[in-house]
């Protein structure tokens, strides 16, 4: 049976996920290592080799996060493959975006952002926080776009400010019952590839608004947040 405490990242092939792996790998957590693309395997392999150098063990899911059954799928391939029985945190850090007018929004573009965005990190926290260990975490990635509105992101905005809003219920719900926290991260512009295909003058009122620097953050910068609420 595993011993060390173990973190379940989602969209953690990449980017914010990478970094938030590799930091809570740094304070000793074994990383399952959640992904959906078959084209992220090498970058989720080669992340799983510097997890190993860091003397912690590694563990790559690949499946579908718009699926029903994902939250299922993910909590099952983590007991088994750690054989454990426990779990101690959980990143909803997976998400996509996409520019659609409000007038010209498609139905496929708003049940995509919501199945993945939204609905997914629902389903693996009614599957997973049943199996976390008292003081685990859930920790989710929000964005500023919740809340500083921006012409084309309206979906992503309402799933951003729905993670924000389960986050409150998560929260009150597993709190005195079981032990666990519930936090999200307000992330502002970040260099990713989820922003790179977006005009930078976008950006220009969101660091206007930065208060520790006048900058795009980089997923470093998010993933000490993640540590210090893990």
């Known amino acids: 049976m595993s011993q060390s405490q173990i973190a379940v990242i989602t969209g953690g092939s990449r980017g914010i996920g990478a970094a938030v792996a590799l930091t809570l790998a740094s304070k000793g957590m074994d990383i399952a290592i959640v992904y959906t693309s078959q084209s992220?395997?090498?970058?989720?392999?080669?992340l799983?080799?510097?997890?190993?150098?860091?003397?912690?063990?590694?563990?790559?899911v690949r499946t579908d996060l718009s699926a029903a059954d994902c939250g299922v799928v993910v909590r099952d391939a983590v007991l088994?493959?750690?054989?454990?029985?426990?779990?101690?945190?959980?990143?909803?850090?997976?998400?996509?975006?996409?520019?659609?007018?409000?007038l010209s929004i498609e139905l496929d573009h708003y049940v995509n952002l919501m199945n993945i965005n939204l609905r997914a990190p629902m389903l693996l926290v009614q599957a997973i926080a049943p199996h976390m260990n008292r003081g685990g975490r859930i920790i989710s990635m929000s964005s500023v776009l919740a809340h500083e509105p921006v012409?084309?992101?309206?979906?992503?905005?309402?799933?951003k400010s729905g993670i924000?809003?389960?986050t409150r219920q998560w929260?009150?719900?597993?709190?005195?019952?079981?032990?666990?926290t519930a936090n999200a991260i307000v992330c502002g512009a970040v260099e990713t590839d989820i922003i790179k295909d977006v005009?930078?003058?976008?950006?220009?009122?969101i660091m206007e608004?930065?208060?520790?620097?006048?900058?795009?953050?980089?997923?470093d910068d998010i993933a000490q947040v993640a540590a210090f609420f893990g």
Request: proline share 4%; glycine share 10%; charged share 25%.
């Open 80 to 102: 088994k493959g750690f054989q454990t029985e426990k779990i101690d945190v959980l990143v909803n850090n997976a998400g996509i975006t996409g520019i659609q007018d409000s």
């Open 209 to 219: 608004k930065t208060a520790a620097d006048y900058r795009i953050g980089t997923t």
């Open 40 to 46: 992220s395997t090498p970058q989720a392999e080669e």
């Open 151 to 159: 012409p084309g992101y309206d979906v992503y905005a309402v799933t």
């Open 48 to 60: 799983s080799k510097q997890i190993t150098a860091l003397g912690r063990r590694a563990l790559l």
């Open 164 to 166: 924000e809003a389960l």
């Open 171 to 180: 929260a009150i719900t597993f709190g005195k019952s079981a032990g666990l």
């Open 199 to 205: 005009p930078r003058e976008l950006f220009k009122t």
